[in-house]
């Protein structure tokens, strides 16, 4: 079970976790990324490449599913206005035992964040809007599954 | 060639994106940008940080001395931030 989703639409992480849990494993690993309240954030705003995106998203699962021994695995990522609170991507992962599903988990987001082709603007309650910027963390993040 | 923006970029330039004539002498992803911030000082100033810029070759991820090869659209933007 590969699954990749782009959701122009909140998403419910239960819900789009649920595929994941009738897969006979023992395991299911997953990360929730919310939209964060940063200084008078009110909202983020995410644009993305169609087509490049959904292609990135499934190269990165097929990575995954390699690497460790995966019964399935997805990723859901909003696009459009996300208000502070809201998930803004769901990954998840099931295995037979956990550790596979908690590697899994981590290599889709940290690769996710560096090489998926998104982008994250910031909205604030004076109407103003400024576009986030890559941070070195997160490539050292991602470069460490190297 | 289908030349696409992103994000700042995007912004910067005024396009999501146009069709181009390009010169046969460009080889690679670099010498293409390096004309395109020639065209205006829109561009220029778009292009300017050549190093906060990132690429994709139809649809690919590639760094600047990619050769452009048969290459159909090039995609031009800022570091990603999705997650």
Not at chain 1, 49 to 75: D, F, H, K, N, V
Not at chain 1, 100 to 114: H, P, S
Not at chain 2, 60 to 81: K, R
Request: hydrophobic residues 45%; contains cysteine; aromatic residues 6%.
């Amino acid at each position: 079970m590969r699954h990749v989703r782009i959701s122009s639409t909140p998403i419910q992480p239960d819900q789009e976790l649920a595929v994941l849990a009738g897969l006979g494993g023992g395991a299911l690993s997953s990360f929730t990324g919310i939209a964060r309240d940063d200084g008078g954030v009110t909202a983020i705003e995410l644009e993305h490449y169609p087509g490049m995106t959904e292609a990135c998203l499934s190269s990165l699962i097929e990575a995954a599913t390699a690497r460790w021994s995966l019964l399935g695995a997805l990723i859901t990522h909003r696009v459009g206005i996300v208000p502070v609170g809201a998930p803004v991507v769901v990954v998840g992962a099931a295995s037979l035992h956990r550790a596979e599903a908690l590697e899994a988990t981590a290599f889709l987001i940290d690769r996710l964040k560096t090489e998926a082709p998104f982008w994250k603007r910031e909205h604030y309650a004076d109407g103003t809007a400024k576009w986030v910027e890559a941070k070195p963390s997160d490539d050292a993040r991602s470069d460490r599954w190297s | 060639m289908k030349l696409v923006y992103f994000a700042s970029v995007r912004e910067a330039i005024g396009l999501s994106h146009e069709e181009r004539e390009v010169p046969n002498d460009l080889r690679t992803v670099g010498d293409l940008v390096a004309w395109l911030a020639g065209q205006s000082e829109e561009y220029a100033s778009a292009l300017n940080d050549r190093s906060r810029l990132r690429f994709a070759l139809d649809q690919n991820l590639v760094a600047a001395d990619a050769l452009l090869g048969g290459g159909q659209e090039l995609a031009i933007f800022p570091p990603v931030t999705g997650g």
